[in-house]
């Protein structure tokens, strides 16, 4: 999940460019650290994330927490957007001068591993610089892939569908855990009929939710090597799509390309939008209403096929300093005091001891938290399923070609065969 890219594409969705106020802040924070390996012992390490602003703030906090515990260790920030992050992350590692360590995605583990880049931090656990211990369920292996520690996850979310909470209440719809898909087409039905609003925003182009729906068949989107799912698979999805666009129980997707960035729940085009759940303050910042989280729908009433999917820290393979990037991580996801600094930003804290160290105040933070802790009493979470080298690639196409169809450019057909000739050439690279 790339969580990238909607993932946070994860944290895409809130993602803005570098101000020159925030730059200010990185540089004071390392500004005294002088060159790696500077006088007395003292190192600096690069780190580099994706986000906005706020997040950058917060994490220079943090720096500061983490500077003063080890004295002799530096960090040097640098962030982007996250698309320029990815651009010149790219760069970077083609000239082998990646930061040391750096925010990463599930999409990019079999990637970059594959390009050499990232570093196996399993011996700086076994050397004792990085505790794996403490984790909360369903995250401890998350960033394990083929025996190796490629990533450590930092924060978590799973897919979810937010709702106008009024707006379903006037439809007379109340989701519950176990709802199938027969129930939610019944709750779109309702929306557009008692409110005048579209059902929902159109969930076709979301590659997360169209894994959950294979899982639910005993499929998946990816397999360890390949796509996990048929041409006919995918035609009976998006053909589903189209007929539901026209009979107004999905929003008009020219209407929701007009109104972007900003999100058609929020814009009052649909009642409801799939999406990760930590991104519920995204729609009460932009819209007017009351926004809940409702469950997934499923195929038998009982499987959603869900996974909690997390933002991880990396790090370099060929690092000068891999200690001190153990240390690092090990500080930012296992300090409470990190946790109470950036709160849901990154997602719910992946450690029991951040989790238990930051407890929201505000409404939308605790239904986060409260909607995390469902999934768990219910025993609905599974495993990850692995992403191949390429899974970016095609999570990329998919998003792209499905607004194509959807805005007419391409018949559904012609979409099913783009995605899958641009998939087959990124798996095979």
Not at 24 to 35: E, I, M, P, S, V
Not at 76 to 82: A, E, I, R, V, W
Not at 154 to 166: C, Q, T
Request: charged content about 25%; some cysteine; hydrophobic content about 35%.
């Amino acid at each position: 999940m790339q969580q990238g890219s909607k993932m946070e594409r994860r944290t895409v969705l809130k993602a803005a460019g570098a101000s020159l106020a925030v730059a200010g802040l990185g540089a004071t924070a390392t500004a005294c650290g002088g060159d790696s390996g500077s006088g007395g012992g003292t190192v600096t390490i690069r780190y580099s994330w994706w986000g906005a602003e706020d997040r950058a703030q917060r994490i220079n906090k943090t720096i500061a927490l983490f500077e003063k515990k080890y004295p002799k260790i530096k960090v040097k920030t640098d962030f982007q957007p996250y698309t320029d992050f990815w651009k010149k992350f790219n760069t970077q590692a083609s000239g082998g001068n990646p930061p040391d360590v750096f925010q990463n995605a599930i999409g990019f583990l079999r990637k970059y591993d594959a390009k050499n880049v990232l570093l196996d931090l399993s011996a700086q656990v076994e050397a004792g610089n990085l505790s794996m211990d403490g984790f909360r369920e369903g995250l401890e292996k998350f960033g394990e892939i083929d025996g190796k520690l490629l990533g450590v996850p930092v924060g978590s979310n799973s897919m979810a569908l937010v709702i106008d909470k009024p707006v379903y209440t006037r439809a007379g719809v109340k989701p519950e855990q176990g709802w199938t898909w027969d129930d939610f087409h019944e709750a779109m039905t309702r929306v557009r009929d008692r409110t005048g609003r579209a059902g929902d925003s159109g969930m076709y182009g979301v590659m997360y939710l169209y894994d959950l729906y294979l899982r639910q068949n005993g499929k998946a989107f990816f397999t360890e090597d390949g796509l996990g799912f048929s041409e006919a698979d995918l035609t009976a999805w998006w053909s589903k799509a189209e007929k539901d666009v026209r009979s107004g129980l999905f929003a008009d997707p020219k209407k929701v390309a007009q109104i972007k960035p900003k999100s058609a729940l929020s814009a009052e085009l649909a009642g409801s939008e799939y999406t990760w759940d930590n991104f519920t303050v995204r729609y009460t910042s932009e819209g007017k209403s009351e926004y809940g989280l409702a469950p997934i729908p499923t195929t038998d009433g009982k499987r959603t096929g869900q996974y909690l999917g997390s933002l991880m820290l990396s790090a370099y393979k060929r690092t000068e300093h891999p200690k001190e990037v153990a240390q690092f991580i090990d500080f930012m996801v296992h300090d409470p005091e990190v946790a109470k600094i950036m709160g849901y930003d990154r997602g719910v804290p992946t450690t029991q001891a951040q989790y238990d160290a930051y407890r929201p105040s505000d409404p939308v933070n605790q239904a986060i938290a409260a909607y995390e802790q469902s999934l768990v009493d219910a025993g609905v979470l599974e495993a990850i399923t692995p992403h191949p080298n390429g899974a970016d690639i095609c999570e990329a196409a998919f998003l792209r070609i499905a607004e194509e169809m959807a805005l007419g450019e391409r018949s559904v057909g012609d979409a099913v065969k783009q995605f899958f000739t641009e998939s087959k050439t990124a798996l095979v690279g």
